[in-house]
Structure formats: C-alpha cells, structure tokens
C-alpha cells in the first residue's frame, strides 16, 4: 500500500499570501496518477487537480499542481477567502487507492 | 447535473448489519465504475470499495473485506453497500463518488454528501 504523508499538517496564512501544501508518497507514484482534493466544513471533497498537475473542470487558473515520482505540491497562488479548507492528496495508480491526512489552510 | 444522493445511514449496534444506497443522476451509469469512499468523525478519507461499470471487477480495502459488499443495478442507477459484522471503528460518514473516466485508473470527479452510519451499543 501506497502511504502518502502530507505536509503542513496546518498552514496559517492570509487572504491574498501564497500557499504551498506538499505530498510525499512512500514509493513512486505510477504515471503521476496523483490528484489533488478541497473538503470544506460540512461539504463533500472536490476534485481539484488530477494526473499531479491537471486543473478539474471549472477550478480557478490560481491552482495548480506539480511533482513526479514521489513529491507532488498543490500552489495555490493567491488565497481568497473562499479557499480556507482542508486539503487532501490521493493516488489513484496503486491499489488500494489511499489519500494523505490532509492539510488544513487556516 | 451530476447528482449522487447516498441514503440509508444510521444508529446500528456492533455485529449487524445495515445496507446503504447511492441514487445517481446526470450522467450514464453504466458508463462508469463507481466508489464508496469513507471518513471517520474528525478524520481523513478513506477508500472502502470499488466496482466496476459492468460488476465485473469489485475491489475491497482490507478493513472490510468479507464484511463489506458493494453491488449496482444499472437498471436503476443505483449503487449499494452491504455492511455485515459492523464494528465501532466503521463508524463514519460514507460517500459514493463517480469514476472520473473510463480508464482504470481515474480521480474521484463527483461526489455525494455522504450518509452517516454510527455502530455503538
């Protein structure tokens, strides 16, 4: 099984700052099958980045993914106040399918 | 609009059972294989099952297998969860998510609210 490790475990920053979330994964990711999710209080995950640095359909151009093999980072240029979640890293190359602990933007 | 309505959440005590369902909406069912995909109160995510568009590959994390069963009926559009033998640490809220293709390997593209089951005594 595939652990990934997500790092912050807190990220405290402000509207308009830079966020940068990291994931590392135990051994290699197959053909960067990373993806990326935001979970809201109360709310269902959303797909955010697929493929490590593809945008979902209708996800702001301020995120972006990146990284291969085992690191893999979530940049999100510019917060808005919208953008306060958690984050999850999950890849879909190995199976079981695992995610990351997450990492909240307060 | 893609819609996936989980249902059939509850209160249920250490070694029953409880079957839940996943109505889905807006998209092709059949075209797709689908997820039910966890998380504990206060936890992270955790994928449960998987089955393929046609059932004909079903695939378990080691927590529940041989007490977890994941079933469609494309007739209906519909997927399920049988949970036999629950115990309290299968206590969380359950989402069904899409297959994000029609490859093997694809992201979770929608998901539902999710459906909240809480084994106690």
């Known amino acids: 099984e595939i652990v990934l490790t997500q790092s912050p475990g807190t990220l405290s920053l402000s509207p308009g700052e830079r966020a940068t979330l990291s994931c590392r994964a135990s051994?290699?990711?197959?053909?960067?099958?990373l993806a990326w999710y935001q979970q809201k209080p109360g709310q269902a995950p959303r797909l955010l980045i697929y493929?490590?640095?593809s945008r979902a359909t209708g996800i702001p151009d301020r995120f972006s993914g990146s990284g291969s093999g085992t690191d893999f980072t979530l940049t999100i240029s510019r917060l808005e106040p919208e953008d306060f979640a958690v984050y999850y890293c999950?890849?879909?190359?190995?199976?079981?399918?695992?995610f990351g602990q997450g990492t909240k933007v307060e | 609009e893609v819609q996936l309505v989980e249902s059939g959440g509850g209160l249920v005590q250490p070694g029953r059972s409880l079957r839940l369902s996943c109505a889905t909406y807006?998209?092709?069912?059949?075209?797709?294989?689908m997820h039910w995909v966890r998380q504990a109160p206060g936890k992270g995510l955790q994928w449960v099952s998987g089955?393929?568009?046609?059932?004909?590959?079903?695939g378990y994390a080691d927590s529940v297998k041989g007490r977890f069963t994941i079933y469609r009926d494309n007739a209906k559009n519909s997927l399920h969860l049988q949970m036999n033998s629950l115990r309290t640490e299968d206590t969380a809220l359950y989402y069904c998510?899409?297959?994000?293709?029609?490859?093997?390997?694809?992201?979770?593209?929608?998901w539902g609210q999710g459906t909240l089951v809480t084994v106690s005594s």
């Open positions: 998510a899409k297959h994000g293709g029609h490859s093997r390997r694809e992201p979770f593209d929608f």
């Open positions: 807006g998209f092709i069912f059949d075209d797709y294989d």
């Open positions: 089955i393929s568009w046609n059932s004909g590959t079903k």
């Open positions: 051994q290699s990711v197959s053909s960067n099958y």
């Open positions: 493929g490590a640095s």
């Open positions: 999950q890849q879909y190359g190995g199976s079981p399918r695992t």
